[in-house]
């Protein structure tokens, strides 16, 4: 008991919270409280498609980063969650089990040390939008793709690019 109190992993007493139950208890009756109705949405998506399904089972107090990057990894990247959705999981998740750990429901959030999904996000480039639209020209050292209106498809076939 004394490693836990040190450790901050003492929880309440009584029956242990899953991952479920607490998910469903904060969505339904704290998160509203506190934030607009576009963000609960998100966060709704977040807990009833993604979390649940995949860590509801755990018991909240035994709930370790590897469970969550294994959930990152083999739920959503495997499945086809873009990366952005991985990400947006992730931080209800975090959100979600900063309040558990404010309530004294769990010790500390291992979200928190869990390493985030990749947003995977590019920017955009000049060059690649040549390619994608079809141009075989290169761009010219003196191209100002961002002075004027992008060329279409067509105008790159015709050469009228911005080299």
Known sequence: MEKQRDAKTVRKPGKAWTVKTWLTHWIEN??????????????????????????????????????????????????????????????????????????????KNPVQLAKAPKTGGTRWSPTAFMRSSGCSRPLTSTATPLAGPLPSPSDCAKGRCWG
């Open 30 to 107: 704290v998160a509203p409280l506190a934030v607009k109705d576009n963000t609960m949405v998100g966060y709704r998506v977040a807990v009833r498609k993604h979390l649940i399904p995949g860590l509801g089972a755990h018991r909240l107090d035994r709930l370790k980063p590897e469970h969550i990057e294994v959930f990152y990894a083999n739920n959503m990247q495997a499945n086809g969650s873009k990366p952005g959705t991985a990400h947006q999981v992730h931080r209800t998740f975090r959100t979600a089990l900063n309040e558990a750990v404010r309530r004294g429901h769990l010790g």
